[in-house]
């Protein structure tokens, strides 16, 4: 793996927006081999699994007599089902660019205890996620992570691809303006015009999406009649400790 390294102009786009996509980073056969063992483990339905009732998001399925409460939503521990999941959450592009990304000369470090999944959208019960920021329920040092998103298919308005706000990164908000589960409340007029600013993430297979862990994200439902499939890794840098006795400290990380 060879991705050209990244030039000022995407680094600056990164630190301005908050989230940059590299297109056809992930080299095709590895792509591949990744859809392959990603289907047959949602098949097999092997677990851990999170699944739509456990995320209770608008539009999951109220309990597990509900139709479409099997329905998964990630594929959990993904660094530990397979080496090809390893091995791209460890390759040379993915640090290269975290490196840069970063920016303080720091070693990468890619956190086994968030994301770290294959994202299953299933058309018919998937759910709807709101407006949040990802480290809302992480405990490191510093809010300062960075989650690399993959696409193994494509990923457009019509199968729930990401949405994102420039910049809100950089945006510190009263508690007024989230519910009780940290999402963005929709009502308020000036989430609204905050969320006005959104823009559409489509990715085509093989794109990454790298996103700060501050970035305002959000995603919709898959209304075509094929799951979508991402794979997620989410990483520190190596001065930047998880909390002890947090969720965020439950398993070692792993330096790239
Ligand atoms: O695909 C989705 O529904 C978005 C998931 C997401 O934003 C997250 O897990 O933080």
Not at 125 to 135: A, G, I, P
Not at 144 to 167: F, H, K, Y
Not at 242 to 249: C, L
Request: aromatic share 8%.
């Amino acid at each position: 793996m060879n991705a050209p390294a990244l030039s000022d102009l995407e680094n600056a786009a990164f630190e301005r927006d908050g989230y940059l996509v590299r297109r056809g980073l992930a080299p095709e056969a590895l792509r591949h081999q990744m859809q392959r063992i990603a289907g047959e483990h949602l098949e097999q339905l092997i677990a851990p699994i999170e699944y739509e009732i456990d995320v209770q998001y608008p539009g999951a399925p109220a309990n597990a007599d509900a139709p479409g409460a099997r329905t998964s939503r990630r594929l959990l521990q993904a660094y530990a089902r397979h080496e090809v999941f390893r091995s791209w959450a460890t390759s040379s592009d993915i640090g290269v660019t975290l490196k840069a990304l970063f920016g303080s000369g720091q070693d990468p470090m890619l956190s086994q205890c968030h994301h770290n999944c294959i994202m299953t959208k299933a058309p018919g019960y998937s759910s709807v996620t709101l407006w949040h920021q990802d480290n809302r329920y992480w405990s490191f040092d510093y809010e300062n992570l960075i989650s690399v998103w993959m696409a193994l298919g494509t990923e457009d308005r019509q199968n729930g691809c990401l949405r994102v706000i420039p910049g809100s990164h950089k945006l510190t908000l009263d508690s007024g303006r989230f519910d009780a589960a940290l999402f963005l409340r929709p009502d308020l007029p000036e989430n609204k015009a905050l969320i006005g600013q959104a823009e559409v993430v489509e990715l085509s297979p093989g794109d990454v999406l790298f996103f700060h862990s501050r970035l305002f994200h959000a995603a919709g439902r898959n209304l075509s009649d094929e799951t979508k499939l991402s794979v997620v890794f989410t990483y520190h840098e190596s001065g930047n400790h998880p909390i002890h006795d947090t969720r965020s400290a439950r398993f070692p990380s792993i330096r790239l």
